[in-house]
């Protein structure tokens, strides 16, 4: 059932600290907050843009280092600072013209529950809060900030058939 269901997504949204990160805020000497990202979670997010999926961010807290990290992945669907998540969806569902059934959302904590009850696809992180995991239809093997995205890339692009034809593609 999970791969019918992957095979359904057009867009898919991500929540930012403990999904593309670790969930640990840093900040430095003078107050400037840092934040560390995986790498593969990056190819995997080029490589489902590739494909012709939106991805998006819905995120609750604002922070110029992922402004620079969606600029770098060419990520222009950026929500930040969002309290209500599920508003968020409504907003970027009219934006972009993608129903909801055809929508992934992949958290981790409590404040991405609403959202996850409203997309066709919620997943949830492998260290994601239980009630998180209870709401998902699918929960990664990896943890959050350590290639989880990479591991629903890759099984998105497997479920769509795109995995192959892109592999031979963009790595001849």
Not at 68 to 94: F, M, Q, T, V, Y
Not at 122 to 128: C, F, K, L, S, W
Not at 140 to 155: K, L
């Amino acid at each position: 059932m999970t791969d019918t269901l992957l095979k359904q997504i057009t867009m898919i949204l991500l929540d930012v600290d403990g999904v593309l990160t670790t969930g640990q805020v840093i900040y430095n000497d003078t107050g400037q907050e840092t934040k560390v990202f995986h790498v593969r979670d990056g190819l995997g997010i080029r490589m489902l843009m590739e494909a012709g999926l939106t991805v998006g961010i819905v995120t609750g807290r604002r922070s110029m280092a992922l402004v620079h990290r969606c600029r770098n992945l060419g990520i222009s669907l950026l929500k930040d600072g969002i309290r209500d998540k599920a508003a968020a969806l409504d907003d970027i569902l009219k934006e972009t013209g993608i129903p909801s059934a055809a929508t992934a959302f992949v958290g981790d904590d409590l404040p991405d529950l609403p959202i996850m009850r409203r997309v066709g696809m919620p997943i949830a992180v492998g260290d994601a809060h239980d009630l998180v995991k209870q709401a998902a239809i699918m929960t990664t093997q990896a943890m959050g900030g350590c290639g989880a995205v990479r591991e629903i890339s890759e099984r998105i692009l497997q479920a769509r058939g795109d995995w192959n034809p892109l592999i031979k593609r963009l790595f001849p």
